[in-house]
């Protein structure tokens, strides 16, 4: 091997916490390769569409009958368009085989899907961390908030997040640039339901969206943010992480680089590197380092662990307690709920705003359970006012057509649920033992789904999201189950789990694997729980907190 093969750290992944571990094991003087499977997407030049107007698209920013044919998985996630689809994975260049209906959506690319994340941000609870412990569902967590509120903040100062500073304990407080201001029915929205129903609350919704200038980054409110922004006004790898990582000349990116495995050493009981198939040629290269961040996204992360066998891990790689791609997580995203206001008609919306609004979960958060279903859920709620009002029914021309186009139409208010799953066995994946990918890599067998406890969880949180909407003097309530399949909720999480114990989990408390000292984990797959808040935050957070300890244990010559 030559010596330009060897690294103090290499980064599997250069996405949402991936590039996190590759900011902080660089700006700390590691000298640090970044692997990731798909192309370079350089911040600002590689945006193409950024500021592509509708009528400049093909297809006006509609996706061709002959891609919704071609792409049935990926064309459900809310953000694939003519605009964005270039940084999706299709359905066809790494298929996966579904035991049970999953969607799996994909980004392979420098930044992966922090290109195309919702930006939603909270901090957990204490009782999240507390809850299998609780209620014996899963392991138990062996971190709890204060030991993760510390690095909460490092990351919102530094990602830059809107919001207000609540007092709430489902979602402790953070730091925060100002909120974004509610529209005038959220206002009346979180007046009335608050007023109406105790222990509910209505708030800003806590965005990675840029409320004021920050780190020589800005938002201009334009919502287009999946089809990437060459300003800044939203927390991206390609914007923050990467760039940072890049500036102190200790880190080394290598996009086009598929991950085949890791390797162990029997003779030290540690990974020695990371086997590498490029994307192009397809050869194989081989790394070295001291240590392994695995930050490959929670399901390729599973696999490249499964694949990693050896003597000692026949199982994959440190998977003595034989949970390895079991308990996998997901949030239930299924009950969504619509209605209309007549009031409000003199009216309309200011311009955009991202965020939207949060209703932290209110169900089961005190020490008595309240409901048929454990643990709880949270809304996005928000309301709306659209122009262009073209029902074809009353299809018009000229003059007509151009007042219809003007026309405003009754305010639209909406509650989406995201409901917590429990940990379960059953819920797992597993390497094909006949079908390989392109790369040679085994396909990924997905068996995850949902249970009756899950379908009481919806059917509570269409109930509850009505019984707002009512209060509020909504129209045309409308209560929707979509019976989408798990994984479009783009959550996925577990599999490689944290626990005190290792006969039962694979990381500590550090994200340290238990039996490999020189691994770490830190993207969803590492989650022993889900709670009802948007993740990510909490990947960052657990990423620069086991790089701390990782470069700290470096130091030593521990790693």
Not at 544 to 554: G, N
Request: aromatic content about 10%.
């Amino acid at each position: 091997m030559n010596n330009s093969d060897r690294y103090d750290a290499i980064v599997i992944g250069s996405g949402m916490s991936g590039g996190w571990a590759a900011k902080e094991l660089a700006e700390r003087g590691l000298k640090t390769l970044i692997l990731e499977r798909g192309r370079n997407v350089e911040h600002v030049v590689d945006y193409p569409t950024a500021n592509t107007q509708t009528w400049e698209f093909p297809h006006r920013n509609t996706l061709h009958p002959d891609v919704h044919r071609d792409n049935p998985v990926v064309s459900r996630c809310y953000a694939f368009s003519e605009a964005t689809e270039h940084f999706f994975v299709k359905d066809t260049e790494h298929p996966y085989i579904q035991d049970k209906p999953f969607d799996w959506i994909r980004g392979y690319q420098v930044g992966g899907k922090s290109l195309l994340w919702a930006r939603m941000v909270q901090r957990w609870a204490e009782f999240d961390f507390e809850a299998n412990l609780a209620d014996g569902h899963g392991t138990d967590w062996p971190i709890r908030y204060a030991d993760l509120a510390p690095w909460y903040s490092h990351v919102e100062k530094i990602a830059g997040v809107s919001g207000n500073r609540d007092g709430l304990p489902q979602i402790p407080d953070g730091e925060f640039l100002p909120p974004f201001p509610m529209n005038a029915v959220e206002r009346y929205a979180k007046d009335t339901i608050e007023s109406k129903f105790p222990g509910r609350n209505v708030v800003s919704g806590r965005s990675a969206n840029l409320s004021v200038p920050h780190n020589g980054r800005v938002c201009l409110n334009r919502t287009l943010c999946e089809r990437g922004c060459p300003m800044g006004g939203y927390f991206s790898a390609n914007s923050v992480t990467i760039p940072a990582a890049m500036a102190t000349g200790n880190a080394t990116l290598r996009p086009h680089s598929v991950v085949h495995s890791i390797l162990y050493d029997e003779s030290t009981g540690k990974a020695s590197g990371v086997r590498v198939i490029d994307a192009l040629t397809k050869e194989e290269h081989v790394f070295s380092a001291d240590i392994i961040f695995v930050n490959a996204s929670t399901l390729n992360t599973n696999l490249i662990l499964l694949n990693s066998t050896s003597a000692r891990f026949p199982n994959g790689l440190g998977n003595d307690s034989g949970v390895l791609g079991k308990y996998m997580l997901f949030h239930n995203y299924r009950g969504r709920v619509f209605g209309e206001l007549d009031e409000f008609k003199d009216t309309a919306l200011g311009g955009h705003r991202p965020g939207g609004c949060y209703i932290p979960r209110f169900r089961n958060v005190g020490r008595d359970k309240q409901t048929s279903f454990l643990r709880g859920y949270s809304f996005s709620f928000g309301a709306r006012r659209e122009a262009g009002n073209l029902d074809p029914a009353r299809a018009a021309f000229g003059d007509d057509f151009k007042r219809q186009l003007t026309e405003l139409g009754p305010w639209s208010v909406y509650c989406t649920g995201m409901g917590e799953v429990l940990p379960r066995e059953e819920n797992q994946v597993r390497l094909s033992l006949d079908q390989k990918d392109a790369w040679g890599i085994p396909l990924l067998h997905t068996d995850i789904g949902y249970t009756e406890h899950d379908d009481a969880m919806t059917a509570d949180i269409l109930a509850t999201g009505a019984e707002m909407l009512e209060a509020l003097g909504a129209k045309n309530i409308r209560q929707q189950d979509s019976k989408q399949a798990p994984g479009l909720d783009i959550h996925e999480m577990g599999g490689v789990r944290m626990g005190r114990d290792p006969k039962t989990s694979m990381l500590n408390g550090f994200n340290q694997m238990h039996a490999v000292p020189n691994v770490f984990v830190t993207d969803g797959a590492a989650m022993a729980s889900t709670a009802c808040q948007n993740p990510s935050l909490t990947f960052m957070a657990l990423t620069v907190r086991a790089v701390d300890y990782a470069v700290s244990e470096f130091k030593k010559g521990t790693l």
